[in-house]
């Protein structure tokens, strides 16, 4: 799998223990973390824990997963990627995030679409999903800009924090990217 993109302001590259200082500062932020399904780091221990594991499902070939660094500061400002990849139906889970002072920018949608492009027209993928705290409303108005389709709400899905959440279940394939602009 390719483990280096590049888009107008952002340099994608595979995850590496070296970006454990940098992700553990963005991961153990609690506004970055209250959707995500862990809880905020308290230990740059943590976030060294998270790559190796994220680095074996790569090599399982399971997932992927990407630091996002932006290109004119060289700064890691979050991560992105897919968190399953199901070879056998060709379809994968979409999963981001960003340090909270590059919210609302661009970049989460830049990256994104490198990503969707990456998954449609080099590995042959034909369905993206995410799944989504209904809550989450930036993350919600991010994939709707991508022209994901709501497919529906996932009732009780998963625990956090020990309680049932309900997750929204948003597609998008490789028909519909092929009918919409490519987001660079």
Known sequence: MIT????????????????SSMLFRIWSDP??????NISSFTDENQA??????????????????????????????????FNSIDQENNKAEIGYELA????????????ISKLLQLAFQSINLNRIEAKIDPDN???????????FTFEGTLR???????????????????SDHLKSPIFE
């Open 31 to 36: 506004e970055v973390t209250k959707f995500m």
């Open 48 to 81: 060294v824990e998270m790559i190796q594991f994220l680095n074996q499902l790569y090599k399982d070939n399971q997932a992927i997963r990407y630091s996002i660094i932006e290109l004119s500061t060289n700064h890691i400002i979050g991560t992105c990627g």
């Open 4 to 19: 280096t993109l590049r888009t107008n302001r952002l340099l994608l590259r595979k995850i590496s223990v070296n970006d």
């Open 156 to 174: 009780q899905y998963e625990k956090d924090d020990g309680k049932y959440i309900d997750l929204n279940l948003y597609s998008k394939r490789r």
């Open 137 to 147: 409303l930036n993350s919600i108005s991010l994939i709707e800009k991508l022209q």
């Open 100 to 111: 909270k002072e590059f919210w609302g920018k661009g970049y989460a949608k830049e990256a």
